[in-house]
């Protein structure tokens, strides 16, 4: 499990969560995640649960490709932990909602399990698609071009970046290359140029 600490800050209409995500690289991101997919956001709709008490918004996705795992249905749902309901908001420091509208490229952890945040790594398994000059362009959540994806594997021990906690809403996975100062001078990876760089790390 990738958060390994969390707390609830309640006040008469707004509650905060708060989490600490390790950081990953590509390798382990693709490997690691049940299911990969694109597609894009059609809608949301906050529930509170019965239990806990906690609202969470269930995010509905339209499925266009799948990149990896086995799944036939033309949309998928996934539960995130916060949101807005009757006046009463729940914020996950550090959770970027899909939002609705949206075309991306998604790395589930699961999508039977109750977490959190479903997408692996947080950010670092949320990858934006957007339109630029006719082309599909693939960006982080923190809107920085994606310009390669480069694996990680075969870097030594010795000098492979360790595992930290993800000091940002929009980090990338380590080996997903960004350079958030060349738009426009460095093309971004288109998202079929992207998908077939994962599907490269898995092997298909």
Do not use: C
Request: hydrophobic share 40%; charged share 15%.
């Amino acid at each position: 499990m990738l958060w390994s600490g969390l707390f609830i800050a309640f006040s008469s209409f707004h509650s905060v969560l708060a989490s600490t995500v390790l950081s990953m690289d590509i390798d382990a991101l693709a490997a690691q995640a049940e299911f990969i997919f694109e597609g894009e956001v059609l809608q949301h709709s906050s529930q509170q649960d019965p239990g806990s008490g906690i609202i969470n918004t269930y995010v509905t996705f339209a499925v266009f490709d799948v990149v990896k795992g086995d799944y036939n249905g033309q949309q998928l749902e996934l539960k995130f932990a916060g949101g807005t309901l009757g006046g009463e908001t729940v914020e996950v420091s550090g959770l970027i909602l899909p939002r609705v509208g949206e075309q991306g490229i998604y790395f589930v952890e699961s999508v039977s399990r109750s977490l959190i945040n479903p997408l692996l790594g947080w950010s670092q398994g949320h990858y934006l698609i957007v339109e630029e000059n006719g082309e599909r362009l693939v960006n982080t959540v923190g809107e920085s071009p994606v310009t390669d994806v480069r694996p990680v594997a075969n870097i030594p021990n010795t000098i492979r970046r360790p595992q930290t906690i993800v000091e940002s809403d929009s980090d990338a996975a380590f080996g997903v290359i960004t350079d958030p100062g060349a738009v426009g001078m460095v093309r971004a990876l288109t998202a079929d140029e992207f998908k077939s760089r994962i599907q490269q790390l898995i092997g298909q």
